[in-house]
Every structure is written in structure tokens, then in C-alpha cells.
């Protein structure tokens, strides 16, 4: 694999071109000050990403906070990002009121335990934030985005920077989604992509799937994306 291929699946590099195939998506860059925040150590959301932080409580009613000297000496008030939190409040709006967030690869999914709901579904900026700093995909995508390609350079940053893409919440049902594979400009796979379950009726629909995917593929991605050889995952609406 080489770095050139997974600039390529950057969404900020295959938005432009698939826009009108995908889910309607907003992309915020992020600035290094933000970046560093993801890295540092420790689970902290700044409390004016919060809808209401001066009515958000740290502690549920009848609980006292335990301290002593020196770890109040050390404590350090959480950085705020007042520009970036209005541009993620803003683009919320505009999406309908919820959001999935990923960064310039991948979503925070194995992070989801951290939210109500366990899910991806996000409200505000700390719905986000709480996400990203949980998610060890976003630490690695972070840090070693182009690990494993044949060409790495030292730097590790993506061309353009870091960008925060949020996209429209969907209640998507798991058992129409669809893992497609391109070699050489052809499809020559398509799989479930939610491997861990079985959807017996799905047996039944197998031709007429393969016929709506292949449709799809003909008429949007064959020979579009930048590369002749790639994955791409696909929604069937029933």
C-alpha cells in the first residue's frame, strides 16, 4: 500500500467528487491547538462545549469532590475552543440537529460505549469531543495515519491538515449495509457489512441486491474514484 492511496480516502479528498451519493456532510478544519488537545493525556471536555455550561454539574446532587492540596494546586482548567464549537453548533443545525463525526478517515465507533445510548449519534460539541477522546481509531489516525505503506514519509500529517467531518445522522438498519471490493476498475466482491450477524432474509434478496449495487457502481464510482483497486461501503434502501 502506498501513502498516496490512503491520501485518497480521505473524505476531504472524495467528498467534492461523491457528494451527491453520500450522506450530506459538513467539513470543519481543525487547528493544531486542537489536534494537540485530542493527544494530550486524560478524559477532559472543556465545559463551554457543553449546551449549558453553567448549569452542567460535574457531580450528581448529595455528592461531594474529594481533594486534597496538591492535586488542587495541579488542577488545570481545560482549553476552550469557542470558534470551533460555534462552527460545530452551526453545522449541527444545518444537518438537521444530529450528527455521526469523523475524522479525515475514520469515526470514533469503538468509543461508543462512552455515550448515552451507545451509539454516534451527536448533539453538541461535547457529545463529539467526549467521542474523539475516547477512541483509540482517531488516536491512531492521529498519530500513524500512514502506517504499513511501503513509501511512509516522517511526517504524519495528511495534506491540508486535520479536518473534522460531521455528518448527517441516519438511523441506518445494519443488515442493508453492504461492504462492496473494486479490483481494477471491476466489482468483484460485495459482503455484509456487519459481519457478526446472520439476516436470513437476505438470501432471498441476493440477485436483486447484486443487481442494485452493481447499477450504483456502474453509473457513480466505476473509474471516479482515484484509484482502480478499492473498498467502498454501500446503503440499500429497501
Known amino acids: ?26 467539513i470543519i478544519p481543525l487547528s493544531d491547538e486542537f489536534i494537540q488537545y485530542l493527544n494530550a493525556d486524560g478524559l477532559f471536555v472543556p465545559e463551554s462545549a457543553f449546551p449549558n455550561p453553567q448549569k452542567h454539574d460535574r457531580y450528581d446532587e448529595g455528592e461531594e ?9 495541579e488542577k488545570q482548567t481545560p482549553q476552550a475552543f469557542p470558534a470551533l464549537e460555534a462552527d460545530i453548533a452551526a453545522a449541527i443545525a444545518r444537518l438537521g440537529g444530529a450528527v455521526v463525526p469523523k475524522l479525515n478517515w475514520r469515526c ?18 461535547s457529545d463529539i469531543f467526549l467521542l474523539l477522546k475516547s477512541s483509540d481509531f482517531i488516536a491512531h489516525d492521529l498519530s500513524t495515519p500512514f502506517a504499513g505503506c511501503d ?15 460531521l455528518r448527517k445522522y441516519y438511523d441506518i438498519k445494519p443488515e442493508m449495509e453492504f461492504r462492496c ?38 453509473a457513480s464510482l466505476r473509474q471516479r474514484f482515484d484509484d482502480d483497486s478499492f473498498v467502498f461501503d454501500v446503503y440499500v434502501t429497501k
Open 65 to 73: 469532590e474529594w481533594s486534597d492540596e496538591s492535586s488542587n494546586d
Open 108 to 125: 470514533p465507533k469503538d468509543a461508543t460505549w462512552m455515550s448515552t445510548g451507545d451509539t454516534l449519534k451527536c448533539r453538541t460539541a
Open 181 to 218: 471490493f473494486v479490483k481494477h476498475h471491476s466489482l468483484v466482491g460485495i459482503c455484509q457489512r456487519d459481519e457478526a450477524s446472520n439476516y436470513p432474509f437476505l438470501f432471498e434478496m441476493v440477485a436483486e441486491l447484486r443487481q442494485r449495487i452493481v447499477q450504483f457502481f456502474e
Open 1 to 26: 500500500m502506498k501513502q498516496e492511496q490512503v491520501i485518497h480516502c480521505m473524505i476531504s479528498n472524495w467528498l467534492p467528487k461523491f457528494r451527491a451519493v453520500t450522506f450530506k456532510t459538513e
Open 151 to 165: 513509501d511512509a514519509a516522517a511526517s504524519s500529517l495528511p495534506p491540508g491538515g486535520f479536518v473534522l467531518a
